[in-house]
């Protein structure tokens, strides 16, 4: 579509970068189609087995199906039994399909637009979850690169459009949940008791102990808070190592919530996923990768100025 | 036809490149899309998901106020608690509280849960009413004292037929 193989004129080294630059520095296809893969067939696992609590709303009557405004603007049915079941098989087999890696265009978009729906029929019911808007965004963008194979060598600007897209919208599900902790907390959010009453509304083994600890639990919410405001740091990230550091840091502090109160954003962990440098995998390495070390940026595109 | 540029020694081959318009398109959904985020963290709410504001535990909790959780429970005839906000009609707890305000406008919504809990259930005993029971938990200094109290907030009781 928009893909050219041939650079346009002063498009190369440097000039090219001078209008937002950072949004283009080219990725890896082969990145692109092992996180294809992943976000696509983390589809039925959420539908079927981690938030098979969507599917539920199936039997609930449907007076209690409350709309969100993007419900009410483009007058999306009431989840009925029969809405709901259609809609599930429809997205599930899409995904699937679009996981083959064919016609990623048109299968991307119609997963796109079933997920789309799907989180309609999770989020009208009187409760809206926070760990989705990067896995939609992930879902939004992966249309727009087209074609990408494992073995693929080249990198593409479209390619890297749609991983910084999802790169910022990781940052921003951390950066605007502190905003918002101070817009409807106050500035002494960190003060309060709000893990307390999370470990005991829905603490486990193994955070139980915490709840005699009340100044351990202030001090993990000025830790929450601080991390969240310096969120905007990890757009820094360029070398594989700190990919793949970022990508641990990350999910460790998913998984320690988890652990604390059985909360786990797992659509945002697969977008978090879409980091690591995957063609290491499935590109084969060359001599020249492997003299080069870890350390090495991983778009092949010039290095930044 | 535009001239190839010289290899990148990195590469096999040179990065695919975007043509200006296509880039151009790309920023621009990306400043809609990062705008609607951002008016929505500033203005917005629940109610404009995708774009509202992330939420999360963001409420302040006084470490001196009590915790509250709420639980929605059938009773059967012999006063058994049946929990119905655990799933068992589809709802989560967290829904149950997001919807509480309808809810005590308009207890009949409490009704229909105990028709789908039946229809659901077939082998299960018959409800009686349905309530929305409020535990709140004492804390002090952010600390829990172990105490805690129970209040139904909403009551529907269901017209028997032949009991």
Request: hydrophobic share 50%.
């Given at each position: 579509m928009?893909t050219?193989?041939?650079?346009?004129a002063g498009a190369?080294?440097?000039?090219?970068?001078?209008t937002?630059?950072w949004?283009?520095?080219?990725?890896?296809?082969?990145?692109?189609?092992?996180?294809r893969?992943?976000?696509?067939?983390?589809?039925?696992?959420?539908?079927?087995?981690t938030?098979?609590w969507?599917?539920?709303?199936?039997?609930?009557?449907?007076?209690?199906?409350?709309?969100?405004?993007?419900?009410r603007?483009?007058?999306?049915?009431?989840?009925?039994h029969?809405v709901?079941?259609?809609?599930?098989?429809m997205l599930?087999l899409?995904?699937?399909?679009a996981?083959?890696?064919?016609?990623?265009r048109?299968?991307?978009t119609?997963?796109?637009l079933?997920?789309g729906?799907?989180?309609?029929?999770?989020?009208?019911?009187?409760?809206?979850?926070?760990?989705?808007i990067?896995?939609?965004?992930?879902l939004?963008?992966?249309?727009?690169?087209?074609?990408?194979?494992f073995r693929d060598r080249?990198?593409?600007?479209?390619?890297?459009w749609?991983?910084?897209?999802?790169?910022?919208?990781?940052?921003l599900?951390?950066f605007?949940?502190a905003?918002?902790?101070?817009?409807?907390?106050?500035?002494?959010?960190p003060?309060?008791s709000?893990?307390?009453?999370?470990?005991?509304?829905?603490?486990?083994?193994?955070?139980?102990?915490?709840?005699?600890l009340p100044?351990?639990?202030?001090?993990?919410?000025?830790?929450?808070?601080?991390?969240e405001?310096?969120?905007?740091?990890?757009?820094l990230?360029?070398?594989?190592?700190?990919r793949?550091?970022?990508?641990l840091?990350?999910?460790?502090?998913?998984v320690?919530?988890?652990a604390?109160?059985?909360?786990?954003f797992?659509?945002?962990?697969?977008?978090?996923?879409?980091?690591l440098?995957?063609?290491?995998?499935?590109?084969g390495r060359?001599?020249?990768?492997?003299?080069?070390?870890?350390?090495?940026?991983?778009?092949p595109?010039?290095?930044?100025g | 036809?535009p001239?190839?540029?010289?290899q990148?020694?990195l590469?096999?081959?040179?990065?695919?490149?975007l043509t200006?318009?296509?880039?151009?398109?790309?920023?621009a959904?990306a400043?809609?899309?990062?705008?609607?985020?951002?008016?929505g963290?500033?203005?917005?709410?629940?109610?404009?998901?995708?774009f509202g504001?992330?939420?999360m535990?963001?409420?302040?909790?006084?470490p001196n106020?009590?915790?509250?959780?709420?639980?929605?429970?059938?009773?059967?005839?012999?006063?058994?608690?049946i929990?119905?906000?655990?799933?068992?009609?589809?709802?989560r707890?967290?829904?149950?509280?997001?919807?509480?305000?309808r809810v005590?406008?308009?207890?009949g919504?409490?009704g229909?849960l105990?028709?789908?809990?039946?229809?659901?259930?077939?082998?299960?005993?018959?409800?009686?009413?349905?309530?929305?029971?409020?535990?709140r938990?004492e804390?002090?200094?952010?600390?829990q004292?172990?105490?805690?109290?129970?209040?139904?907030?909403?009551?529907?009781?269901?017209?028997?037929?032949?009991?």
């Open positions: 928009s050219v193989d041939a650079p346009p190369s080294t440097g000039t090219g970068r001078v937002g630059g949004w283009f520095r080219p990725v890896p296809l082969a990145r692109i189609a092992v996180f893969v992943i976000a696509y067939l983390f589809i039925p696992v959420d539908v079927f087995l938030t098979a969507v599917r539920a709303h199936a039997d609930v009557p449907p007076e209690w199906y409350q709309p969100l405004l993007v419900g603007l483009l007058h999306l049915p009431t989840p009925t029969t709901v079941t259609v809609v599930q098989w599930v899409a995904a699937l399909a996981a083959t890696g064919r016609a990623p048109l299968l991307g119609a997963v796109f079933l997920y729906e799907w989180m309609v029929i999770a989020m009208s019911y009187g409760k809206v979850d926070h760990d989705r990067a896995f939609l965004v992930a939004a963008v992966l249309p727009t690169i087209g074609r990408a194979r080249r990198s593409s600007e479209a390619a890297g749609a991983m910084a897209a999802v790169l910022v919208t990781v940052m599900t951390y605007l949940a905003w918002a902790k101070v817009r409807f907390g106050g500035w002494d959010w003060t309060g709000t893990l307390t009453r999370a470990v005991l509304r829905r603490g486990t083994g193994l955070s139980e102990w915490t709840l005699e100044w351990l639990l202030t001090a993990a919410q000025w830790a929450m808070l601080v991390l405001f310096l969120a905007p740091l990890m757009l990230v360029r070398s594989d190592r700190a793949i550091g970022l990508v840091f990350l999910l460790g502090f998913h320690m919530v988890f604390g109160v059985t909360i786990i797992l659509p945002h962990c697969v977008a978090i996923l879409s980091i440098p995957w063609e290491r995998l499935t590109a060359r001599p020249e990768d492997a003299a080069l070390g870890g350390s090495m940026s991983s778009g595109g010039p290095a930044r | 036809m001239i190839p540029t010289a990148d020694p590469t096999a081959s040179p990065p695919l490149r200006p318009a296509g880039r151009l398109r790309r920023l959904a400043a809609v899309v990062l705008a609607l985020l951002l008016a963290t500033l203005w917005g709410d629940d109610d404009e998901f995708p504001p992330f939420r535990y963001s409420t302040r909790a006084d106020a009590a915790v509250v959780s709420t639980r929605t429970v059938g009773l059967t005839a012999t006063g058994e608690e929990r119905l906000s655990g799933g068992e009609v589809g709802l707890r967290a829904e149950f509280e997001g919807q509480l305000p005590s406008d308009d207890p919504l409490l229909l105990a028709d789908a809990y039946a229809d659901a259930h077939p082998g299960a005993p018959e409800l009686v009413a349905v309530q929305v029971v409020q535990r938990f804390l002090v200094d952010g600390r004292t172990g105490a805690f109290v129970d209040r139904v907030l909403v009551e529907y009781v269901l017209t028997e037929e032949g009991a």
